[in-house]
């Protein structure tokens, strides 16, 4: 035993902790996976002691080091380990008599973020975009991304042994159904939902071949240094935050499982049992969730899922009798013992693995299907979260000015100079803003920090390697936004750096255009975001110009920044927009190779009242506060209507945010805002 | 035999006709129960000789007018004879063993417009609306129908024996699973697609009870006078008009077959039927088209289901070898034969009686699932379509504008006197101006005339009961169209008979407004009718107001005056607007109990030029040519950019139209179209 576990067992018992320094170096490597919020990167301590004295902390905080030291999981190896891996996982594949395996980027929750030790498809190929499938048979793999991610799989892919292909072009059920030729190609039914596996199903069949549901993922088996799934600290969501209890959410939803005629839901999305037992944490990074399953019955118990080593005792104790911890490996069998006994589960097929649905039939069960209760009632926030947003958007747009007005001051200086501003440096010097507020937890997503061509690219993350220097006349687009316990904000603005061009102002202008007309629309009760999604792009429709992505997507209450049900977007949905359902309007236009521009703001669905309307109108608040780039804006192509518009919320971002400021960002804030119609 | 009679057969002979008069005879009923065209109301004829003279086309006449005095079918009873007709429906369904019996409005070819002998819910209910189901059980029947039609089903409908439900409120579901308490419910397969029947089937259950599929159907089998199935001459649509040869369509058609892996095609949709083989007829009113059924093989021959007595001989020589005309009472066994062969069918689950695909699981096939091959390549209309289209709505142009000019005379002069213009006579005198184009051929539906608060029934439909003068003050709402050879015109012009209030022409520049938006719309290639359509409602919902129907719908080339696939609508749709497909822009405004606004133009989706666009880009061209009422437009309400389009349009429809206009029609055009901007 090392001397360091000696002094930690000693500071351990002085505090009163349960844990001695085996348990916690039992912990570490959990705590090692998860991700510490920049805001409070200590949280997890509260898994040992609820408050650590400075030396119990230090102590803590080396024995961490110690564990992330030597914690890798070969998944930072990128495409150099991939013969060797591919060779063990075809060797295991060998072993249970397959002859392929299906590696998606999902993990079990279907979530954007990713564990560690769910980083299946980056271990064994290399490739770290957000999205992605590889399929690996005895001769032959390959890996099918979107348009999006092409050039970066192909840069980050051994290409000799792992074919890319575009999925617009060729989908994996294509080539499977090319290349398996009759044999048995094996899939991990918890990271597929069952639409996923019909799919893989019918590829498997047009190649005379079967799929096979396997026990356990071979991958895992050859995965020597797999990391450990994250333990972070499960915290409550103040009821001052959430504004409704999780008792009454429960009860709410247990009506709603009732009515779609179900005895209990299944939910599988940690967003959804995080707001409906009014709890966070840090398991993955950027969205504050502990990685969950729950069983919800209609009266409003719940069987909560999940490695209970996360609840330090503060969480367990505020914990309502009904809702009960279980170990996550209990979940199947639960849920077959369930079916078995004839209660009717509500599961949601367009999110929840296939496993759960084929072990409600293996009982004699057939689950009823519905979306899960939670996401719709959701993502209407009530008066609470919507006060809490509106100063989450106060706090993050002073954060936001600063760092707006010093780049206003500093990238036009040192452009062209020998220590240009870069897109690194811009990045963090915002995230440095942000963490000057005490209330500010985490960025809610990497920022895109993108000068020139980066611009263009849509889901742009800047590393070392493309850092670029902001240069003069270029755009700057910088998308980012923070977690806060009140809320969370997203928020893209575009600048020029010095004087733009005439074109680039035609095209921003064009842009805030239909940023406007979005933000202007009343629409009646009923009416879809997929119908409002015409509006933000008519002005590029009227020049030709479009933009590849969604002008809106919904955004989580200290929860993730990309939320259902609701979308603005081409893409088909019949989800009404809502009072309360906070969204994105976000416009862009791209030219590649040259450059990008996106307006960004978070606006919240309220009702409008409209002198003699005959029916309940909706409109939209607008929650971000910052101003649009002024030396952008082409005013002979505005309307006298959206000149108005831009004015008076130019005032209002000046009016509120002002009293926040320093003097020399309250002059430039001043300067930028002033009237267009001037 | 009868003096005429042995006349006739002198003049038959004479005439070189292979019918005799007994041939006549037999074929009269169905010519009596088919739609004389109001262009052309004696092309009957030519069922029995090409071209009769004056003498044998007398005698015909006198000879149909002796049946059409006597048949009357029993549809004019109106609910007089409900009591007996449902007493003899259920003796009938007693003797089948039937607790019950489902009596849609729909035919076998799913239509609109449905000819005598398939107007058995009218027979039966006394409704004649063209949309609702009956349900009759042993104790309780039932007729259910939406909002447009609840006023008139409970006057058409005898309320004692019958209740009239409100189809938003109860179901026939939801009332068959309340009411049919464990009984066998009897349906015709006939007359419900697929899912109509499931539907039924869940509803039944819910019931404890059983749905039961008829053979032939109970209500034909108690109807004595039912009329016969209509027959009218199928005629050739010419080259002309149509741009493509009847082979060119079935060589594309057998390609979309082969491509849905199908090995041939049921069509069911006569008007698909009357695309693809260029021919047209008048067996119902308003839709030129033969009603018949067609199984299309993917190499491009047809088995063409219909009585072949509606084909003149040179309409039969004119066919193709491999068109091979076929009894409709073959279809079936014919079917079951072809997928008992192994012959892979393609049937479009949305419009098929789900009897053919009972048919072909029977015999041991599965029907490929897929859209009637023909409904997109129809709604594509070509280059000479779409210039038919064009000429034809010159020439309704000119018609419309000596019936606007009239009423714009009339109207006012005669309100408030001893004989206003009314309903009818308006109505009447339109009819009147287009039969004076020689091409025209017959109405693409009842013209809806309504003055004051009629204006507000959407679907509004004048009769001696309702008539009504037009008055000082009020608004005049007029929709109508025709149907020519080379093309379907529909179009409604609101106009103000004298001065119209402030508010009136408030709330008609709104309508305006949106009609603008939508035809000056550029979109890229993929954008579907459902996006475009808050771009007609935008201005409404800024005053709190909007429209229950759709914004437009697809129009056919000398077809149909409704037909899909597309639609602009709220209506979610996947179907994207492609180039040559003509749509309506109608947007409109209702006040209950004072008038309605309805703005509708005919416009072809077209290739716009976009100097920079990135992408090929579409938009709308302007079909119809008719200018706004001038006295309803706001210009303070309007944007310099809308002035400009409107006077633009106005300019268009002055110098188009004025060469077919007499002097005082003209005058009024010129007036009516001044520029607004003076």
Excluded at 157 to 162: F, G, H, N, Q
Excluded at 486 to 494: A, E, H, L, P
Aim: with cysteine; proline share 6%; aromatic share 6%.
């Amino acid at each position: 035993m090392d001397e360091a576990r000696t002094t930690l067992d000693r500071l351990l018992a002085a505090a009163g902790s349960p844990l001695d320094a085996a348990a916690v170096d039992a912990l570490l490597p959990g705590v090692a996976a998860s991700h510490r919020q920049l805001g409070e990167p200590d949280a997890w301590m509260r898994l040992i002691v609820e408050r650590p004295d400075a030396e119990l902390r230090q102590a803590l905080a080396a024995r961490l080091d110690r564990v992330l030291g030597c914690a890798g999981g070969g998944l930072s190896a990128g495409s150099a380990a991939t013969a060797e891996r591919l060779e063990a996982l075809r060797g295991e594949l060998d072993r249970r008599g397959l002859d392929g395996f299906v590696v998606p980027r999902a993990d079990v929750h279907q979530g954007e973020f990713v564990p560690p030790h769910a980083q299946r498809l980056a271990w064994l190929t290399g490739f770290s975009g957000s999205a992605g499938t590889a399929v690996v048979l005895r001769e032959h793999a390959a890996i099918f991304v979107d348009g999006r991610y092409t050039v970066q799989a192909r840069r980050e892919v051994d290409t000799e042994r792992i074919a890319v292909c575009y999925s617009g072009e060729t989908t994996p059920a294509d080539w499977i159904a090319e290349k398996l030729a009759g044999g048995r190609l094996g899939c991990d039914p918890w990271l597929h939902t069952r639409r996923g596996v019909e799919r893989l199903q019918t590829a498997a069949g047009r190649a005379r071949g079967e799929l096979v549901a396997t026990e356990g993922n071979p991958l895992d088996a050859v995965w020597p240094d797999q990391p450990a799934a994250p333990v972070s600290a499960v915290v409550p969501h103040a009821l001052a935050h959430a504004g409704e209890s999780s008792r009454d959410k429960r009860a709410r939803i247990g009506e709603a499982i009732a009515k779609a005629g179900a005895d209990a839901a299944v939910l599988t999305l940690p967003d959804s049992i995080a707001w409906l037992l009014n709890v966070r944490a840090s398991d993955i990074e950027h969205t504050p969730v502990p990685l969950s399953f729950a069983v919800v019955e209609a009266d409003g118990g719940v069987r909560w899922y999940l490695d209970d080593r996360k609840l330090p005792a503060a969480t367990r104790e505020g914990l309502d009798d009904v809702v009960t911890p279980r170990p996550v490996e209990s979940l199947e069998a639960d849920v077959a013992a369930l079916a078995e006994g004839g209660t009717r589960l509500l599961l949601d097929p367009a999110t929840a693995p296939a496993r759960l649905g084929d072990a409600i039939r293996a009982a004699g069960g057939e689950p009823v299907r519905g979306s899960d209760p939670v996401r719709l009632p959701k993502a209407c926030k009530n008066a609470t979260e919507l006060a809490g947003s509106r100063a989450a958007h106060e706090r993050d747009g002073a954060a936001l000015m600063r760092f707006l007005a010093w780049l206003a001051r500093e990238a036009p200086e040192r452009a062209g100079g020998e220590a240009p501003v870069t897109e690194i440096e811009a990045a963090e010097a915002l995230t440095a803003l942000r963490k000057g507020d005490p209330a500010f937890r985490d960025l809610g997503f990497a920022t895109i920090s993108a000068a020139g061509e980066h611009g263009a690219i849509v889901h742009y993350r800047v590393g070392p390697a493309s850092n670029r220097a902001l240069g003069v006349g270029e755009l700057y687009l910088c998308d980012s936004g923070g977690q806060y316990p009140d809320g969370t904000t997203d928020v893209t603005r575009t600048i020029a750096v010095d004087q733009p061009t005439e074109a680039q102002k035609r095209r921003y202008t064009r842009v805030l255009k239909g940023h406007i007309a979005l933000a202007t629309a009343v629409f009646p009760e009923g009416t879809t975001g997929h119908q409002l999604d015409p509006f933000a792009r008519r002005p590029l429709w009227a020049a030709g110009l479009d933009y590849a992505h969604g002008t809106g997507h919904g955004v989580g209450s200290y929860l993730g920044v990309h939320e259902g049900p609701q979308v603005i977007s081409k893409r088909a949905s019949e989800t009404a927009l809502k009072p309360g359902m906070v969204c994105s309007n976000e416009p862009g236009h791209y030219l590649e190779g040259a450059d990008g521009i996106r307006i960004e703001t978070l606006v919240a669905v309220t009702e409008v009242e409209v002198p003699g309307a005959d029916q309940r109108m909706l409109g939209f608040e607008t929650l971000t506060l910052a101003p649009y780039c002024r030396s952008l804006i082409d005013p002979d192509l505005l309307t006298a209507d959206e000149i108005a518009w831009i004015d008076a919320y130019h005032t209002r971002v000046r009016e509120t945010l002002t009293p926040a400021l320093d003097d020399r960002t309250a002059a430039w804030l001043a300067e930028e805002t002033a009237g267009l119609g001037q």
